[in-house]
C-alpha cells in the first residue's frame, strides 16, 4: 500500500502543473521566452512525448545550463505551451506629434493609449482619439476596408476591432468623453464592467450608428 | 547687483538640476511599489503575493524585488546592495544592462567606483567578506569591470545575482524587501492599487505618480528654503530702489541739471539714463548668471546645496547635472531688470523735467 501511494506520488512529482493563465501569460511564458533566446535557442519540445519528460531534462540533465527549479519550470512550460494558437500579432499603434484624428481633428500623441486605426488596401490608413470617433467615421465609410484595429484597455495590445469587445457608460472617460472601451477576451471585459460601473457589453457587429452617437 | 542676481541664480539653479534628476529617476521607478507592514511599521513581504498580484486585469507584471543596505564598519560606510534575477527585467534600464553584465555561475558582484575605492583602501581588492546575520562570513568575488557613476542617491551602488543578496540578507526563499508592480495603461494605475489594497489589507502600497507631486511640493517656490533666499533677496532689491527713488544725490542732480542747461531735452536726458540702466542690469543679470552656473555645475554648488541635501557631507562629491530652465532664467531676468531700470529712470526723469536753474542750485 505504501509503495503504490509512494509510487503514485512519485508519477505526481512533474505532472504538468495547475497554474493560472494570467501568471502564465504575464510571468512564466515571457520568463521561459527569455532564457530559451539566451541560452538554449535550439531547443525544442518535438523529441518530447510528455511535459514531465523535458522538465526531467531541463532539471536534472541540464540541456540549457544549470537553471534554477522557477527558472526550469517558466521554460519547459514555455516550451511546451510555445505552440499554442498565436493569434496575428498586429503592431503597436504609433502616432507622430502632427497625426491628427481624423472626426475632430485632436492631436493624438497626447492620448497614446486611446488611438485607433483603420487600414485601407495601398497603404492608406485613418487614426482616431477614440472607438467612438472611429465607429462614427467606420458607419459612413465601410467599403474597403483591410483591417481596423483597436488597443485593448487592460494590456494596450493591438487587437482586431472585429473580434473584440465593448463596454459603454463606463466611468473612465476618453479624450471625447463617453467611450466605448475594447478588451480583447470577454472576461476582462465583463471584469471592467463590474468595476468600473459599465452599463453594456456589445460585440462588434452589434454596434449600430445610433448608438454610438447616443454615447455623445 | 550681480551678486544678488548670482546668488538667487544658484539657488534656482541647484533645486532645478536636482529636480530633473529626480524626475528622471522617477521615470525609472515601477508604477506601484507593494510592501508589506507589521505595526505600521516595514517587514519583508511574501513574494507569493506576486502570483495574486498577476490576477488582476490591470497588472502586467509583478516582480519580487531583493535589495537593502549593509554596514560596513571598517569604512563607516552603507552599501546598497541591489539583487538581480538573471530573467527579470527591471523598470529601470541601468539595472537591465548591469543585470547582463553580471556572471550568475561564479560568485561575483558588480560595485560603483567608489565602493571599490573604499574596499580596496581596506585591502579588498578580488573579493570581499560579507558577515552574514549569524556571525559567518560570505566570501563573494569582485568584477573587473565597475559601474558607471550612478546618481545622487545610489553612490555605494553593489550589484548582485538576486540569491547572493538574499544570502547576505538572511532572507528565507521567498522572502523580498518588496514587489514591483507594473500597469499597462496609466489610467488603471490608481484602481489597480486599490485592488491590490483589497487583497492585502495592511500593505503599504506607493503609486509612482504620488512620488512626482510629492516631490514637486518641496521643490516649488512655495517652499521653506526658497522662501527665505526670495525675501532676502527680494528687500535688498528694495533697499537699492529705495535708495534711487528717494531722489538722485546731488552730483547726478547738478550732472542732469547741466546737461540741460547745454540744452538737451528731456527726452535725450532719459534715453541716456535709460542706455546707462540698461547696460548696467544686463550686464550685470548675464554676469550673475554666468558666476551662478560656474558655482552649480562646476563647483557643485558648494555650501548652498546643503540647504536641499539634507545628508552628510558624502554627497558633496556627486556632480550636479547641468540642466536649464528657461522658465528660471525668465524669471530672473524679470526680477531684476526691469525694477532696476524702473529704479533708475523715474528718479532721472522727475530731477530732469525740473527747471534746469533750480536743479543746479
Sequence with gaps: MKLITLLLISLQLFAYPQISESIKEKQLYP????????KCPSLTKDSYQTYDALLLDIEQRSICGTLSKKHSEAL???LWDKEKAHSTHYKKITVTKDEKCQVCGMYLHYYPTWVSQINYPN??????DGIKDMMKFYFNNEEGIVDILVQDYYTLETINAREAYYVTGSDVLGPMGNELIAFKDAKSAKTFLLEHNGKHLYRFD???EKMVRALD | ???LV???ATTLFIADSMKAEYKQDIQTAPDIVVSAQKALRYKTIDETQAARFLEIDGVSNAIPRVWGEYYFAKGNVRFKIVGL?????????????LRDRLSYDTNMMLLSPKVKAILNKNYYKDYFNFILQDGTLLRVNISQKSIAIPSIRDEYLIVMPKELARKIFAYADNEATDIAVSVKNSEEIAFSARKIAALLGNAKISIKDD???????MYNYRSGFFLTIFIITFFTFFVIIYDRLSGLNSEQKREIGILKAIGWRVEDVLKTKLYEGLIISLFSYSLGIILAMVYTFIFNGGILKNIFLSSSRLLEHVPLQFHLDYATLALLFLISVPLYICATIIPSWIAATVDADEVMR
Design chain 2, 1 to 3: 547687483m550681480t551678486l
Design chain 1, 206 to 208: 452589434a454596434l449600430s
Design chain 1, 31 to 38: 520568463m521561459g521566452k527569455k532564457i530559451h533566446t539566451k
Design chain 1, 76 to 78: 519547459a512550460l514555455y
Design chain 1, 123 to 128: 497603404a492608406e490608413s485613418y487614426k482616431f
Design chain 2, 85 to 97: 534575477d538573471e530573467f527579470e527585467n527591471s523598470t529601470n534600464s541601468t539595472l537591465n544592462r
Design chain 2, 211 to 217: 512620488l512626482i507631486v510629492e516631490y514637486e511640493q
Design chain 2, 6 to 8: 548670482a546668488l538667487v
